[in-house]
């Protein structure tokens, strides 16, 4: 079983070496075929991994496998290691299996772009970055497999280096994501500390011994919570996702779907025997999950750029899995995670499409009438709207209402996060069929008109989305070449397969019919003390299933309302409550707050030390005053050589003189 998990990392790793090596000899699509079938066959390995571990027996489905010993010394015991089980297991087949399908859908979307080999180099490194966090077997590994994934995301957001947004934002993202790196690395150390150990069975199996929020566990969990939130983009470290959108569509549909910004969802429910004994952490991870999503929906009623209303969409679901994973509902979060990655990358290959007829505009004021000139991608994508609005049958619905079920059930503070939970879910309904009504409904605008005519827009001048910037198509800037899915098979597959599963995907996990992902999390969530008891009785959880739905319903009728039936409703909104509009158009002024507390502090920092500490200290104290002592004491030298003989002489009779006076005073 843990040679085909092996395999499962083997496989991107060898596809990410073939076409970087070759990347000057891969002609036209070859290099994102070769890396897409990299992928496909770690979706096989994962495949046979799962049946493997599905013949294990109940209590052997926890299983560690040791390549190497990195370092075994003073305690310390860094070793290749991963650990298969239902949680790593479940996170690889949704990982590999989306991700297969982002390669086919980039294959046709990358095809004219200059930098189509170093993309799929990237986009292959990035996936075996990420399959290393979920499959590490300890916090050696866990801690190399999430820096990875920050740098492979730093390479993907910056892919278009010669825009200056695009390398602005990568570099952003690096930044937060070093500080969660920085937490987690020293959450390790206290955790560390208290076991020991880095193996995580090894940890685990300590946890219940050492009380319940033990300080240092509570500090080393607060700070692996760091981590979790840099990478998962929650407040406050939630500002460089939406500026992410700079990278290449595909990439954005990546990160959000199934991979980073889920890795902070995996690390506190792969943690969970720790946050049971430091509940104070765990409500700490609560609360900045529910705060995440009720923030980022507000945010996403006000933008504009269809891609980053998806984006604060991300960051308000994966609040809901952060609240469920801390407040005990791994299942239900894990259930959302899978069900999210369906609809998310759909919604985002969706966007890609209509994208690709605006030719590159990206801006919802700008379209509008695409719903009979794109049916294709307005069917996928209404089936993914339908599913991030909660609605029945579709999968969102039912992941959704099971978080809010269990957290409700913990009782206590918990019902507040459960009453923001469905207000989030009624704000989550209202954006997103704004985003649909106001992309496919309406007036067809002069690019869906020109489609109607069987002409796909093209602009004649390339511009950057974000600033307006005139761009060209030369490497390092997007290809010239636009494809909507209506017209590409393999968008069209990877479309049509995850718009399937974003309808379907719920009936693993239905109230007192299905039970399948809880079941099969069992053996990882075994001794939980929330796992089994968070079970809501069958009429308090279809009473809130059915409130859930009419939640949905009615923020699709008031979407309707405002941007169908009464055009004209959201300019008199915005005109009578323009404080409010202003709040959330600039994102509740996070970027100005995190600038005027760290970015700019930290700036005049290092223009001091450079400008002042440097050249008074440095330069003229240290550096200026060691030469200038030199150089006296060169001088002194200098005038003694004097050639006479006599002086010589003087000298050396007063030094031999003051040798004698210093051992007669000494003896």
């Known amino acids: 079983m843990t040679d085909f998990a092996w395999l499962v990392l083997a496989a991107p790793l060898a596809g990410m070496i073939i076409i970087a090596l070759g990347f000057k000899v891969w002609p036209g699509r070859l290099a994102g075929w070769i890396g897409t079938l990299a992928i496909f066959a770690s979706f096989v390995l994962a495949v046979i991994t799962f049946l493997k571990l599905q013949d294990a027996d109940e209590h052997h489905k926890q299983v560690a496998s040791t390549l ?131 193996d995580f069975l090894g940890t685990f199996s300590q946890a219940g011994d050492i009380g319940t929020n033990n300080g240092d566990l509570v500090a080393g969990c607060v700070l692996l919570l760091v981590g979790a939130f840099a990478k998962s983009a929650q407040v406050p470290f939630h500002t460089w996702l939406a500026d992410a959108m700079e990278g290449p569509t595909p990439v954005s549909s990546l990160i959000h779907a199934a991979t980073m910004v889920t890795a902070g969802v995996y690390l506190i429910a792969r943690m969970w025997p720790l946050y049971e004994v430091t509940p104070a952490a765990a409500n700490v991870g609560a609360i900045v999950g529910c705060a995440t999503l009720i923030i980022a929906a507000t945010i996403a009623l006000a933008q504009t750029d269809i891609k980053r209303v998806i984006a604060y969409s991300t960051m308000s679901q994966i609040g809901y899995m952060i609240m469920a994973v801390s407040s005990g509902a791994y299942a239900a979060g894990m259930f959302h995670f899978m069900t999210h990655a369906f609809f998310k990358a759909l919604l985002f290959m969706g966007a890609g499409s209509v994208i690709g007829a605006m030719a590159g505009v990206q801006d919802m004021n700008k379209m509008g009438g695409f719903r009979k000139v794109l049916p294709f991608t307005f069917i996928t994508m209404l089936a993914g709207a339908l599913a991030l609005s909660g609605i029945p049958p579709f999968s969102g619905f039912f992941s959704k209402d099971e978080i809010l079920a269990d957290v409700a059930q913990r009782g206590g503070f918990h019902w507040i996060l459960f009453v923001i939970g469905y207000i989030g879910a009624f704000i989550t309904a209202v954006y997103t069929f704004r985003m649909m009504f106001r992309v496919f409904a309406g007036k067809r605008v002069a690019e869906a008109e020109e489609l109607a005519h069987g002409h796909l827009a093209h602009a004649e001048v390339h511009r950057n989305p974000t600033d307006g910037e005139v761009e060209d198509t030369d490497v390092g800037f997007p290809g010239p070449e636009h494809y909507i899915a209506e017209r590409a098979i393999p968008m069209k597959i990877a479309m049509g397969i995850l718009a399937i599963l974003a309808t379907i995907a719920g009936a693993l996990q239905i109230p007192t019919v299905t039970d399948a992902i809880h079941k099969f999390l069992t053996p990882t969530f075994e001794g939980s003390k929330y796992y089994e008891s968070l079970n809501p009785s069958n009429s308090f959880t279809f009473t809130f299933m059915a409130v859930g739905a009419v939640l949905g319903l009615l923020g699709i009728l008031l979407a309707w309302q ?106």
């Open 68 to 198: 190497f010993d990195y370092a075994n010394t003073v305690g310390v015991d860094a070793k290749l290691t991963i650990l298969v089980d239902p949680l790593s297991v479940m996170m690889i087949l949704v990982v590999t299996g989306v991700s297969t399908l982002i390669h086919l859908y980039s294959v046709t979307y990358m095809n004219r772009d200059e930098g189509i080999s170093r993309y799929f180099a990237y986009l292959n490194f990035f996936v075996f970055s990420m399959l290393l966090l979920v499959l590490a077997g300890n916090f050696f590994i866990l801690i190399i497999g999430w820096a990875f994934v920050g740098a492979a995301s730093y390479l993907l957001i910056s892919f278009w280096y010669r825009r200056k947004t695009a390398t602005k934002a990568g570099i952003k993202a690096f930044v937060i994501n070093v500080v969660g790196d920085i937490g987690l690395t020293l959450g390790t150390f206290f955790i560390f500390k208290h076991t020991g150990t880095l």
């Open 562 to 667: 405002i941007w169908v039936r009464r055009p004209g409703t959201s300019a008199r909104i915005q005109a009578r409550f323009q404080p409010v509009y202003t709040f959330l158009w600039n994102k509740w002024y996070f970027d100005e707050l995190l600038d005027a507390l760290f970015v700019k502090p930290i700036a005049w920092m290092g223009r001091f030390a450079n400008q002042t500490f440097e050249r008074l200290v440095i330069n003229d104290a240290i550096v200026g005053g060691t030469t200038m002592l030199v150089r006296a004491g060169s001088a002194a030298v200098r005038a003694a050589q004097s050639g006479l003989m006599r002086s010589y002489a003087a000298v050396l009779v007063l030094g031999v003189g003051g040798v004698a006076l210093y051992f007669l005073l000494q003896s």
